[in-house]
């Protein structure tokens, strides 16, 4: 096994880091490992399920698929920067209001990539919101409140 | 409080704590001085071990330990919790693909990775037995060595149990319509998002075991059996498991964490990967073989049922599946003459478990396939057929069993409504619907404390578990409601059986009628309480003064807050009110399965879809899941239930199964493969329908809801599928695939439907 480290700096939640890291490891592995910033889940590790879903300079990625040495240099934020410490963002109200969460494994990654989607389109159809949330699994929940969530958290209602 | 919560869409208790990321689950524990562990498996199902060479493992920096068989006590220790069948590590011969035959601890987990991979293990491979029809071939080699089943009659079979359950006279009934067919039901897995988890650590004052398990109780019993150790050196902390749905019941590799932490003196951690998840739980895959009787009006005359279930290499919880389920094998309807025996069959796979539906669907998907057909040689409409038969309320379905207990014509009547059963269709689409029912418990123990401290908040101690179906809101909105405390006020402590009392199981949607029984039955303790020490203060007889919601009434008219009167009463040394309370259901052995079932899960499904003519793909325009749950204490919480419970049946019915190899490996091994639904795969409009007449056994009139929406997808799907193309299909999934074949041979061209 290659045994080789590398020093990386990383932004996480406007937080600088400078750490060293294994060649191998993924980025979910520094920010869950390294930083303990556990909000971040881990479940397939390859990119089918999106419990593990950051950002990464301004766009949303599996961080299980990105090598924690490819994000040297690079902007993070987790569900833990979502809000301040102790607040929800609307999105995140709107994940409870409408009954969205049940055991809630999948629900940091469901939240950023949903986050993601109203960045870049402030009033997404249903349609729409179908299509950015497909590669986030939930078992519990039947996905339909999730969806509504997104729509309260736009505004744009079911 | 102006609104009582019992009723009421309360947010979900935990909810702030899942949307931030700051729930901790089993893998965000962080235990100091924790060795990292990592299993050792073949590539095949069954292999006889020849020799296993550590060596080189064991050089890796940072590995403290690196177990085969050899390392454990001789005999292998055994454990299980219908039988001890399963060795802590394989022993001679693995049983199937995942089984570890060794385990490496060390400080890291690249270092533990790495190790296993170095272990060198000498096999050879045999060949497995995989399905049914080998499992049943007298020439087939038997799974489990018949010296680990001494007495058993079975044991020189593949057969564990056979269970028979029959009344009236099959051979003697005459009906004027029979039919026969075999309908199979695949292996499907859980998919918990949550990989399963464990850690033990250990010294001489007992163990610690942590897992994502449901049923702490369980655990704890097996644990100190395996390891000879009082349950009160047992203690299982167990944080609220990412999903489980049944997966997550039973011990898994805990008894080999506590060998592993007794070993080397440090605390031994196992996260399983997804993979390990799929190799170590599923549901059991049956045969249903099915001969039902009509008269020319479609009265059920008679059904003959046999089913094979492949319960795989360990029985695990699989024995209680089989027996259970097939006792109500029959369905909701009105059967004068039943015959059924249903078959455990160990195969070379990985051991199957509970499942959401608990062998149930299996059998719905027979019986109402098999409706369906009489409805369509009979000339009659599917619902008529169904109305025919389904049994009233009161009404028995099993001879000396709990009769129908709600109007289950009701549930049927709101799915027909919602999905508009006779409303004109448009072009190219058809509609479905199905019943289906499960029982619930039939016996069980739930305890609980209930405390109310000096401030008038209250701590609640339950052994129940919180997996997602939202256990600690439903006992907060109890516990709110009885005694007048803010929701804000109620803390729930769970998972951890050196804090809470025996709870029994989380399972078979029991907790709000168990758990929350016992809970309240403390409210009322409490209440009791409160009123002792008002009449002392004032020098009343107990009768004369009133407690409800919060709130002490004099006969003289004046009120005071339970807080007041509980402060005055316990002075300024202060102290706390204590209720112990429990839900006991006693089982009764004379009864076939054990007792009988405290409610049914009653549910209709009806779907309107069409099929691509081209592609085979399903398109699911609306799904209705209408459930009669008794009481809906938290509205939210069981519709939002039971549309994943929907939504998780259409998993089975129509893209998830596990595909084996000839070595008995799992092919589609991992989320890549093996397909759940996606919001993609959402059906168009989803809708939940709650029908509440107050009528279970459970607090305020509840029943336990969570499975019902999962029992009779796939069949309702089919009979609308089976409409759109005029095809029967009697094997899941219904994928593309084998919609698109069973067309072609039928001759069902793109441009309509031949109908035979």
């Keep these: 096994?290659?045994?080789?480290?590398?020093?990386?700096?990383?932004?996480?939640?406007?937080?600088?880091?400078?750490?060293?890291?294994?060649?191998?490891?993924?980025?979910?592995?520094?920010?869950?490992?390294?930083?303990?910033?556990?909000?971040?889940?881990?479940?397939?590790?390859?990119?089918?399920?999106?419990?593990?879903?950051?950002?990464?300079?301004?766009?949303?990625v599996n961080s299980c698929l990105v090598l924690a040495v490819e994000a040297d240099g690079g902007e993070i934020t987790t569900i833990e920067g979502l809000a301040g410490e102790g607040e929800l963002s609307p999105l995140q109200s709107a994940f409870i209001e409408e009954g969205a969460v049940q055991c809630g494994f999948c629900i940091p990654g469901m939240v950023m990539a949903a986050?993601?989607?109203?960045?870049?389109?402030?009033?997404?159809?249903?349609?729409?919101?179908?299509?950015?949330?497909?590669?986030?699994?939930?078992?519990?929940?039947?996905?339909?409140?999730?969806?509504?969530?997104?729509?309260?958290?736009?505004?744009?209602?079911? | 409080m102006s609104i009582p919560n019992v009723g009421a869409p309360a947010g979900r208790v935990g909810g702030f704590d899942r949307v931030t990321g700051r729930q901790r689950y089993i893998a965000d524990l962080r235990l100091e001085d924790a060795l990292h562990v990592k299993l050792v498996t073949l590539p095949c199902a069954r292999a006889r071990i020849v020799g296993i060479d550590t060596s080189e493992a064991a050089r890796v920096p940072g590995v403290r330990a690196v177990f085969t068989a050899a390392?454990?006590?001789?005999?292998?220790?055994?454990?299980?919790?219908?039988?001890?069948?399963?060795?802590?590590?394989?022993?001679?011969?693995?049983?199937?693909?995942?089984?570890?035959?060794?385990?490496?601890?060390?400080?890291?987990?690249?270092?533990?990775?790495?190790?296993?991979?170095?272990?060198?293990?000498d096999y050879e491979e045999l060949p497995p037995?995989?399905?049914?029809?080998?499992?049943?071939?007298?020439?087939?080699?038997?799974?489990?060595?018949?010296?680990?089943?001494p007495g058993d009659p079975l044991a020189d079979t593949n057969i564990r149990r056979e269970f028979r359950y029959a009344w009236g006279d099959v051979d003697a009934a005459t009906a004027d319509l029979?039919?026969?067919?075999?309908?199979?039901?695949?292996?499907?897995?859980?998919?918990?998002?949550?990989?399963?988890?464990?850690?033990?650590?250990?010294?001489?004052?007992?163990?610690?075991?942590?897992?994502?398990?449901?049923?702490?109780?369980?655990?704890?019993?097996?644990?100190?059996?395996v390891l000879g150790l009082p349950w009160s050196k047992v203690r299982v902390i167990a944080p609220d498991p990412g999903g489980a749905f049944g997966g997550k019941g039973y011990p898994k590799f805990e008894p080999l964490l506590a060998f592993m932490s007794m070993a080397s003196g440090r605390p031994c951690r196992l996260v399983l990967t997804l993979e390990e998840t799929f190799q170590a739980v599923r549901r059991n895959s049956a045969e249903v073989r099915i001969r039902t009787g009509f008269d020319s009006d479609g009265r059920l005359r008679f059904q003959d049922i046999g089913a094979d279930f492949l319960m795989g290499a360990y029985v695990d919880i699989s024995e209680r599946v089989i027996s259970k389920s097939s006792h109500l094998a029959a369905g909701p309807y009105r059967v004068p003459n039943a015959r059924i025996l249903a078959r455990a069959l160990h195969s070379h796979t990985p051991p199957s478990t509970a499942m959401r539906g608990f062998g149930t669907p299996q059998f719905t998907w027979a019986l109402e396939q098999q409706m369906d057909e009489a409805a369509r040689r009979l000339g009659l409409d599917r619902l008529e057929i169904r109305l025919r038969n389904l049994a009233r309320k009161g009404e028995e379905i099993v001879p000396n069993d709990t009769p129908a207990d709600g109007d289950w014509f009701e549930s049927v009547q709101k799915a027909v409504d919602a999905i508009g059963w006779s409303g004109p269709l448009p072009e190219g689409r058809a509609r479905g619907l199905a019943v289906g029912i499960k029982s619930s418990a039939t016996a069980g123990a739930a305890y609980s404390i209930v405390r109310f401290l000096y401030d008038g908040s209250v701590l609640v101690l339950v052994g129940t578990s919180?997996?997602?179906?939202?256990?600690?809101?439903?006992?907060?909105?109890?516990?709110?409601?009885?005694?007048?405390?803010?929701?804000?006020?109620?803390?729930?402590?769970?998972?951890?059986?050196?804090?809470?009392?025996?709870?029994y199981s989380t399972s078979a949607s029991r907790s709000t009628v168990f758990m929350g029984s016992s809970v309240m039955r403390g409210?009322?303790?409490?209440?009791?309480?409160?009123?002792?020490?008002?009449?002392?203060?004032?020098?009343?007889?107990?009768?004369?003064?009133?407690?409800?919601?919060?709130?002490?009434?004099?006969?003289?008219?004046?009120?005071?807050?339970?807080?007041?009167?509980?402060?005055?009463?316990?002075?300024?040394?202060?102290?706390?009110?204590?209720?112990?309370?429990?839900?006991?259901?006693?089982?009764?052995?004379?009864?076939?399965?054990?007792?009988?079932?405290?409610?049914?899960?009653?549910?209709?499904?009806?779907?309107?879809?069409?099929?691509?003519?081209?592609?085979?793909?399903?398109?699911?325009?609306?799904?209705?899941?209408?459930?009669?749950?008794?009481?809906?204490?938290?509205?939210?919480?069981?519709?939002?239930?039971?549309?994943?419970?929907?939504?998780?049946?259409?998993?089975?019915?129509?893209?998830?199964?596990?595909?084996?190899?000839?070595?008995?490996?799992?092919?589609?091994?991992?989320?890549?493969?093996?397909?759940?639904?996606?919001?993609?795969?959402?059906?168009?409009?989803?809708?939940?329908?709650?029908?509440?007449?107050?009528?279970?056994?459970?607090?305020?009139?509840?029943?336990?809801?969570?499975?019902?929406?999962?029992?009779?997808?796939?069949?309702?799907?089919?009979?609308?599928?089976?409409?759109?193309?005029?095809?029967?299909?009697?094997?899941?999934?219904?994928?593309?695939?084998?919609?698109?074949?069973?067309?072609?041979?039928?001759?069902?061209?793109?441009?309509?439907?031949?109908?035979?």
């Design chain 2, 466 to 503: 919180d997996m997602g179906q939202g256990a600690r809101t439903i006992l907060t909105q109890i516990v709110s409601d009885e005694l007048g405390v803010p929701p804000d006020a109620v803390t729930i402590v769970m998972g951890d059986t050196a804090a809470a009392p025996f709870d």
């Design chain 1, 1 to 60: 096994m290659n045994r080789q480290t590398m020093t990386i700096s990383l932004d996480v939640n406007g937080q600088r880091h400078v750490l060293d890291t294994a060649a191998h490891h993924s980025l979910l592995d520094v920010l869950r490992n390294d930083l303990d910033l556990i909000g971040t889940k881990e479940c397939c590790a390859e990119g089918e399920c999106g419990a593990c879903t950051v950002w990464m300079d301004g766009k949303a």
């Design chain 2, 523 to 756: 409210c009322a303790d409490l209440k009791d309480q409160v009123r002792s020490i008002a009449a002392r203060l004032r020098g009343l007889p107990p009768d004369d003064i009133g407690v409800d919601r919060g709130m002490v009434t004099f006969p003289d008219g004046e009120e005071k807050g339970i807080v007041e009167v509980v402060q005055e009463g316990l002075g300024p040394v202060g102290g706390e009110l204590i209720a112990v309370a429990s839900m006991r259901g006693e089982a009764d052995p004379s009864h076939p399965i054990g007792g009988r079932p405290w409610f049914y899960e009653f549910n209709c499904t009806a779907v309107e879809l069409e099929v691509d003519r081209l592609t085979g793909e399903v398109l699911i325009h609306k799904h209705v899941t209408v459930g009669d749950v008794g009481k809906a204490i938290n509205p939210l919480q069981v519709e939002s239930q039971d549309e994943g419970a929907a939504i998780m049946g259409l998993g089975h019915t129509l893209m998830e199964h596990l595909v084996l190899d000839e070595h008995g490996r799992i092919a589609n091994l991992g989320a890549l493969d093996y397909r759940i639904p996606t919001t993609k795969d959402l059906p168009l409009d989803l809708e939940s329908v709650i029908v509440e007449n107050e009528d279970g056994p459970g607090p305020y009139g509840a029943k336990g809801v969570g499975e019902g929406g999962l029992l009779c997808v796939a069949a309702a799907v089919a009979s609308a599928v089976s409409e759109a193309t005029g095809v029967v299909i009697r094997d899941l999934p219904l994928t593309p695939e084998r919609i698109w074949r069973a067309m072609s041979r039928a001759g069902v061209t793109p441009s309509g439907a031949s109908r035979r």
């Design chain 2, 71 to 121: 390392d454990l006590p001789d005999p292998m220790p055994r454990y299980g919790v219908h039988y001890d069948d399963r060795p802590v590590l394989a022993v001679g011969e693995t049983k199937f693909h995942g089984e570890p035959v060794a385990a490496v601890a060390a400080d890291t987990l690249d270092a533990a990775r790495e190790a296993a991979g170095l272990v060198t293990v």
């Design chain 2, 178 to 225: 029979v039919i026969e067919n075999t309908y199979t039901f695949p292996m499907v897995t859980h998919f918990a998002i949550e990989p399963h988890g464990f850690a033990v650590s250990s010294d001489e004052s007992g163990v610690i075991v942590w897992s994502s398990i449901q049923h702490p109780y369980i655990l704890q019993r097996v644990m100190a059996r």
């Design chain 1, 115 to 158: 986050a993601y989607l109203l960045e870049h389109n402030e009033r997404p159809t249903e349609a729409e919101i179908r299509e950015a949330l497909s590669g986030n699994l939930c078992r519990c929940a039947g996905y339909k409140r999730i969806v509504r969530a997104v729509q309260r958290a736009a505004g744009s209602g079911p």
């Design chain 2, 129 to 149: 037995v995989l399905d049914v029809r080998g499992a049943l071939d007298p020439a087939a080699p038997l799974v489990v060595d018949p010296d680990l089943r």
